[in-house]
């Protein structure tokens, strides 16, 4: 999920699951919290942001998705921000203070019943604020309170800026990419507070992470990262 605010961000990633958690340990001792999660490539990618408005954050996990540990922290009013699938387990984040009134998911094996939950969640008034793929699962997290408009789109290959500017987006912005098969999603999220975005895609990710630099100095922010046909996808915005 993207945070609508945000001052500094900080990017870490390892391959084990023990150095990840030492690593994000470290950085909210430093007041910053995961803004986006995601795995791929053997790789374990996680950008932090500072400034969020947001106040505590933990993350549950387990072979099956955690459903009984989420409803732990939903009663302790944190709400799910991201999540991910390593191959083996089901990664979930879960942030307090985030502006979220209600939240609920739905796991389904088939896509088409997938597609027809979101359209009834949207009917009842629900954002997608995450989707993942994972153990042969469709995840959709829904949540009310952000009275963001939204709609999704598809492509076979992940679109370049230059696509994206001759594309109808009605003033949306990207909030979150992710893979189903031979099709990379995008879900396109107005009244988030951004208006302007670029998207970036390679298989060296150490150059991606020198071009995200580049944005940062230019005053954009790192708001969703995902890995598609062996490539990254950056999309920054400001």
Do not use: C
């Amino acid at each position: 999920m993207i945070a609508t605010k945000r001052k500094g961000q900080s990017f870490t990633y390892r391959s084990k699951w023990a150095d990840i958690k030492d690593s994000i340990k470290e950085k909210w001792d430093e007041d910053y919290l995961i803004t986006d999660f995601d795995y791929g490539d053997g790789m374990y990618r996680v950008l932090l942001s500072s400034g969020t408005g947001w106040s505590g954050q933990a993350y549950r996990w387990g072979e099956t998705f955690p459903a009984e540990k989420v409803k732990e922290l939903w009663d302790r009013k944190y709400r799910i921000t991201n999540v991910t699938y390593d191959g083996s387990d089901w990664i979930v984040v879960m942030s307090g203070d985030t502006g979220i009134s209600g939240q609920k998911y739905f796991l389904k094996t088939d896509f088409a019943d997938f597609e027809k939950a979101i359209s009834e969640a949207w009917k009842e008034g629900y954002d997608i604020t995450k989707v993942a793929f994972g153990n042969d699962l469709y995840l959709g997290v829904m949540s009310k309170g952000l009275d963001w408009s939204q709609s999704w789109w598809h492509w076979t290959e992940f679109p370049t800026d230059e696509l994206m500017k001759n594309k109808k987006t009605d003033g949306k912005i990207i909030t979150d990419v992710f893979a189903f098969g031979n099709k990379v999603f995008a879900i396109a999220s107005g009244n988030t507070g951004y208006t302007k975005q670029r998207f970036h895609k390679n298989k060296d990710f150490d150059y991606l992470i020198k071009l995200l630099k580049n944005r940062w100095d230019e005053g954009y922010t790192l708001t969703t990262v995902s890995y598609y046909k062996e490539e990254w996808i950056f999309v920054v915005s400001k």
